[in-house]
């Protein structure tokens, strides 16, 4: 595959999570674990029926041969996702989105140190630029949010970063069965946090067919596009053309739901579009224009 195949596929990747936004905008009374766990049981339907077709194998096996490097990969899903929905309830949306930039700052020290991916000046100015951009979009600064919920946006931007770094893990050829087991971590972890909070995973049928159809569609199709575009494309590289999620979400939602758009969102989302489009286009040469 080249790097312009991978770079392709992971930016479909951030398209089609960008309208998850939109979807949960259409869910009224599941809470975010509730949701944590009815879209995660999409996903690893999806999944099983996805690696059985493509090794013929059952997804049991498959999940035992990607071995520890898979179990460390899928429990980055579960701290990027639960992370992401802890923070969302703790501090603001606009500290949460801004937390979640440092997604490729944290591949890129990670991919470094562990995979020896060497990171150009022209990525580190690329993701200075995107947080940059974001920052502009959300109003700038992390004030006004709890710490404990701007600890868990962090966390959540390292669970990616380290799902992405162990994508890169070059022995492992197929990592979607970390990401089943990804799923199905995600799927406990909604349940016990539906049960500490008191409340039910059995929420109306219309917000569990919205939530399971979002994690069947969007996010097991974001993740498999996503998998599949980074065995070409290195960690720091893959997250930051990934923000395109952040730029589009808005558009959706402005599009279908009539929200505004201020000035701050497109002036902000223009800096992370080139953000994005210098760091594929720096990448590929680097690649060899591959």
């Known amino acids: 595959m080249t790097y312009a195949t991978g770079a392709g596929l992971v930016f479909l990747?951030?398209?089609?999570?960008?309208?998850?936004?939109?979807?949960?905008?259409?869910?009224?009374?599941?809470?975010?674990?509730e949701i944590l766990f009815w879209r995660s049981a999409g996903m690893v339907m999806v999944l099983l029926?996805?690696?059985?077709l493509a090794s013929g194998r059952r997804a049991g096996a498959e999940v035992r041969a990607v071995g520890w490097p898979g179990l460390i990969g899928g429990l980055g899903l579960v701290v990027a996702f639960s992370g992401a929905i802890?923070?969302?309830?703790?501090?603001?949306?606009?500290?949460?989105?801004?937390?979640?930039?440092a997604s490729p700052f944290f591949a890129a020290l990670l991919g470094r140190v562990l995979l020896g991916e060497a990171v150009s000046a022209l990525t580190w100015f690329a993701i200075g630029l995107a947080i940059l951009g974001v920052s502009v979009m959300v109003g700038g600064g992390i004030a006004g949010g709890t710490l404990i919920g701007n600890v868990a946006a962090l966390l959540s931007a390292l669970g990616f970063a380290v799902f992405s770094v162990v994508l890169r893990w070059r022995h492992l050829a197929?990592?979607?069965?970390?990401?089943?087991?990804?799923?199905l971590l995600a799927m406990a972890a909604g349940a016990i946090g539906s049960g500490l909070?008191?409340?039910?995973?059995?929420?109306?049928?219309?917000?569990?067919?919205?939530?399971?159809?979002?994690?069947a569609v969007t996010l097991a199709g974001g993740l498999i596009l996503y998998t599949i575009g980074s065995r070409a494309v290195p960690a720091a590289q893959a997250t930051l053309i990934s923000l395109v999620e952040v730029l589009l979400a808005p558009v959706w939602a402005w599009a279908f739901l009539d929200e505004v758009t201020t000035t701050g969102t497109l002036i902000g989302g223009s800096v992370l579009l080139a953000a994005v489009i210098l760091n594929a286009y720096g990448g590929r040469r680097a690649m060899g224009a591959g």
Do not use: C, E, K
């Open 197 to 215: 909070t008191g409340q039910t995973l059995l929420v109306p049928a219309l917000d569990i067919a919205i939530a399971f159809g979002m994690g």
């Open 13 to 33: 990747a951030g398209l089609v999570w960008s309208v998850q936004g939109l979807l949960i905008r259409l869910i009224h009374d599941a809470g975010p674990w």
């Open 49 to 52: 029926v996805w690696i059985l």
């Open 174 to 183: 197929n990592m979607l069965p970390a990401i089943l087991l990804g799923g």
């Open 86 to 101: 802890y923070s969302f309830q703790t501090t603001s949306v606009a500290n949460a989105v801004l937390l979640f930039t």
